[in-house]
């Protein structure tokens, strides 16, 4: 596959085409292993956080929303400490929380929300589609040509991209296509609705996923957009949404076996 994505990059380089035929949308096993491949990358390179707490924390609750999420994922998780304002979740399960979204977020029920939403980009495979999306706009099949020569560093905009170094062929291009391109506005507001389904089925307040929004705004103002934001689009629409589907979202959290509120308070 290597060989044929290098060949299009070639072609695309030199003849400045539009689009390769040629490269096809890969299945989960192939976009699960180049995950793999940029978390391993992104792990070795970050320092876990020796936050007793805060790690207890994102343990109980990223366990508690793979579990109902329902999907048999290899999960793993780590909480980074890093200012940036950031959590994402690979394709295959693969979870990052930095400790700069902690204070933001308040509460435990707001890292629900955010971890709910993160999941559903996983179990609804956003990351596959804009992975697609990215080669069929070039840009991944440009880093995926260059990545083998000169390691793809240029291709990055995010600090998470720029972790990846040494990443050659498909892996360097799936992490630019993950880091640097914003899901679409479909996929984000499925990863909402599902995200708040996905936190109140495993026992938190699906009100809070309101809130997250609010208090991201509110720790915004007067600075640049955190990482996080900068990938998901904040508006009104987007909390009214959350807000109109809040009663599904308190039937589907009345049958939670357990119930946790909005959980202990981040300090
Ligand atoms: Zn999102």
């Known amino acids: 596959m290597r060989t044929v994505l290098f060949l299009c990059f070639l072609i695309l380089f030199g003849l400045n085409l539009q689009s390769c035929s040629s490269v096809k949308t890969p299945d989960d096993s192939e976009i699960n292993a180049m995950a793999l491949k940029s978390y391993e990358e992104v792990k070795s390179k970050a320092k876990i956080s020796n936050n007793a707490d805060w790690t207890a924390m994102v343990n109980r609750v990223a366990?508690?929303?793979?579990?109902?999420?329902?999907?048999?994922?290899?999960?793993?998780w780590m909480l980074i400490d890093s200012p940036e304002v950031n959590a994402w979740c690979m394709p295959g399960g693969k979870i990052a929380v930095y400790t700069g979204i902690m204070p933001v977020l308040q509460t435990e029920g707001a890292l629900a929300a955010v971890l709910g939403h993160e999941v559903a980009?996983?179990?609804?495979?956003?990351?596959?589609?804009?992975?697609?999306?990215?080669?069929?706009?070039n840009i991944a099949g440009v880093v995926i040509g260059t990545?083998?020569?000169?390691?793809?560093?240029i291709f990055c905009k995010s600090e998470s991209c720029r972790m990846i170094t040494g990443l050659g062929g498909a892996a360097a291009g799936f992490a630019v296509a993950f880091f640097d391109r914003k899901f679409s506005?479909?996929?984000?507001?499925?990863?909402?609705?599902?995200?708040?389904?996905?936190?109140?089925?495993?026992?938190?307040?699906?009100?809070e996923a309101v809130k997250v929004w609010e208090r991201m705004g509110a720790a915004n103002q007067g600075k640049a957009p955190p990482e996080f934001m900068s990938t998901h689009p904040s508006d009104e629409t987007r909390r009214k949404n959350l807000s109109t589907w809040l009663p599904e979202a308190e039937a589907v959290y009345s049958q939670a076996p357990q119930k946790y509120g909005v959980g202990e308070s981040i300090k």
């Not at 366990?63 to 793993?76: C, M, P, T």
């Not at 990351?127 to 990215?134: F, H």
């Not at 990545?147 to 560093?153: K, P």
């Not at 609705?193 to 089925?201: C, E, I, P, R, Y």
Request: proline residues 2%; charged residues 30%; glycine residues 14%.
């Open 121 to 137: 980009h996983a179990t609804k495979r956003h990351g596959k589609k804009q992975y697609a999306r990215a080669m069929k706009g």
């Open 147 to 153: 990545a083998t020569v000169i390691g793809g560093q």
């Open 63 to 76: 366990s508690r929303i793979a579990k109902a999420s329902g999907e048999n994922f290899q999960w793993e």
């Open 185 to 207: 506005r479909g996929d984000e507001t499925e990863a909402d609705k599902v995200g708040q389904d996905f936190m109140a089925k495993a026992g938190y307040d699906p009100a």
